[in-house]
């Protein structure tokens, strides 16, 4: 089996990598006598709709039985309070500078003694949808909380006959299985906005005082995309499709951006009058080192609701919705409220369904990436030819905040960010993922482009421009031209969307995106006792442009 569950009594010892105090700690509640297991989705549903504060809605799901729901089985909305996003700010990682070990060992502990006294629910998933990549990961969380057990089934590859035969035979490694551990009413006065501790090489996670069930999502994600990376993957937050043309060629891109940015309007964009298009995933999955395919890590989709209103054919995917707003229909049934009127970062557990053009796993290499950003100097479409300034572009991807994120201390929620490989859920140093994409552009000659869906000149880009435009790249009808002087670096010209270097304006705007791009590079050479640190001279690519530009 992929990931490790059961030991041999010989492997049981102190010794052992795969055990530490934390893990242990965590394992062990697994076993209490107050741990009630759920093992299907059927289960969980009918837990979560007995759950105080859900709510029945009378919309139904479509084709229940496919997902594991009773008959006639309606979409649950469950809502939090004042956070109804992901807090960063809790994000404390095992094994980087400044973190107490044996402090967290402690409070871990503790926290583990503070649900003993009451009932709770564990659950079981798989991550990752193909052989060469499944792990086992295993929930926790009080009885309460029977909604985000049910999310958790719906969201990751619950299991069923099919994929226990696959899981079976699925390749091994060498690491234990993931274990996340959940207390959402947890208090503490050293952490007031939550607590989300990560012992990636250990593969737990314990997330306290946080009630979103993005954090159990990401969590999860974030061991699972560490467990990759240790074993020759790239661990990807971003889309992944492949065109299939008429000739018959095949056209694989990767869409890296944070929510909000563009990523899901990217992969899910089909053109059925020119090609077949196939989607892996719009948010998470992996990149094969060795040859360059991809394997999605979950079925489902966490989607917003804000850009879907009530008449909107894809509610009828909805399969859970949080943090959306309840009212009655002419005829006086329960519909949600959606388009974030109740409050922002509204959200749906959606159906695979929705895209019956989905799989799992894409043999053929990827042709290309896609850096989605949201820098105002930079116009619609720039190809970068130079695998290191490729590399470069990715760590110093510039966006605005995921407006999934629940920002704590003040902080101008539009203010541009970088954002490296558009991943905030990382566990590993910076410059792994560095040198891991350079790798990847260099050995499998992969092209790279960056699409700013923001505004450039003062007008808004337009999906359409950016579709248009990766279609004209897939055709092979896109004609770039020279950024200016720099080198490495071209453009797809677009009607009024085009730099004008002639422009001082322009120019210096330009400018300051690079200077802004080093000061971060050189930053990392401090931070947290240089843990972060890029390759000796990955700032010269930045000096060069900067120095063209006069």
Not at 197 to 223: C, Q, W
Not at 345 to 362: F, Q
Not at 391 to 408: H, M, P, Q, Y
Not at 461 to 474: C, D, R, S, V, Y
Request: charged content about 25%.
């Amino acid at each position: 089996m992929t990931s490790i569950g059961k030991y041999k009594i010989k492997d049981i010892q102190k010794k052992n990598p795969l055990f530490s105090a934390i893990r242990a700690t965590v394992e062990t509640a697994f076993y209490a006598n107050n741990v009630e297991k759920i093992e299907t989705v059927a289960e969980a549903y009918a837990l979560a709709k007995e759950t105080s504060g859900t709510i029945i809605n009378d919309l139904p799901i479509h084709e229940p039985e496919i997902h594991g729901f009773p008959e006639n089985s309606k979409v649950l909305v469950f809502n939090d309070g004042e956070v109804v996003g992901r807090t960063s700010a809790a994000r404390k990682i095992i094994g980087q500078p400044d973190v107490d070990t044996a402090y967290f060992a402690r409070l871990v502990r503790e926290a583990v003694f503070g649900v003993s006294r009451r009932k709770v629910y564990t659950t079981e998933v798989y991550v990752g949808l193909n052989p060469e990549f499944m792990l086992k990961s295993h929930l926790l969380l009080p009885a309460a909380y029977a909604n985000t057990v049910l999310n958790y089934l719906l969201n990751f590859q619950r299991e069923t006959t099919e994929y226990q035969k696959m899981y079976a035979e699925s390749k091994p490694y060498q690491t234990g299985d993931l274990y996340v551990f959940g207390d959402p009413d947890w208090q503490h006065p050293d952490y007031p906005n939550g607590l989300a501790l990560f012992d990636p090489k250990h593969n737990v996670a314990v997330i306290l005082g946080l009630r979103y069930f993005g954090e159990y999502k990401k969590a999860t994600l974030t061991l699972a995309w560490a467990t990759a990376h240790d074993n020759n993957y790239i661990a990807c937050h971003g889309g992944m499709k492949q065109y299939t043309l008429s000739d018959g060629k095949k056209y694989t891109m990767a869409a890296f951006g944070l929510s909000g940015s563009g990523k899901s309007t990217i992969t899910l964009a089909k053109n059925d009058s020119k090609y077949q298009v196939t989607v892996l995933h719009d948010d998470a999955f992996i990149i094969n080192h060795q040859d360059g395919s991809t394997t999605a890590l979950e079925p489902a989709y966490f989607d917003k609701t804000q850009d879907y209103p009530m008449m909107s054919e894809m509610v009828k995917y909805f399969l859970t919705c949080q943090n959306v707003g309840v009212t009655l229909d002419e005829v006086g049934k329960k519909v949600i409220v959606t388009e974030d009127i109740r409050n922002g970062n509204g959200r749906t557990v959606k159906s695979k369904l929705v895209t019956p053009n989905r799989v799992d796993h894409i043999k053929e290499k990827i042709n290309a990436v896609y850096w989605i950003m949201q820098d105002e100097s930079l116009p619609p479409v720039v190809k970068v030819s130079d695998p290191n300034l490729a590399s470069i572009f990715g760590l110093t991807l510039a966006t605005k905040r995921s407006t999934a994120e629940n920002i704590v201390g003040d902080i101008d929620v539009n203010e541009i960010v970088i954002e490296p490989f558009a991943n905030p859920f990382r566990s590993y140093a910076l410059g792994e993922d560095f040198t891991a994409f350079k790798k990847l552009f260099e050995d499998k000659a992969i092209d790279c482009y960056i699409l700013n869906t923001g505004y450039f000149n003062g007008a808004k880009i337009k999906p359409h421009h950016t579709l248009g435009a990766i279609e004209a790249i897939i055709d092979g009808i896109g004609n770039f031209v020279p950024f200016g002087p720099i080198e490495g670096l071209s453009y797809l010209p677009i009607k009024h969307l085009n730099p004008d270097f002639e422009h001082e304006g322009y120019v210096a705007s330009l400018k300051a995106s690079m200077t802004e791009r080093l000061r971060f590079i050189e930053s990392k050479k401090l931070e947290m006792n240089a843990y972060h640190a890029l390759p000796l001279g990955t700032e010269d690519a930045v000096k060069k442009i900067l120095a063209a530009l006069g």
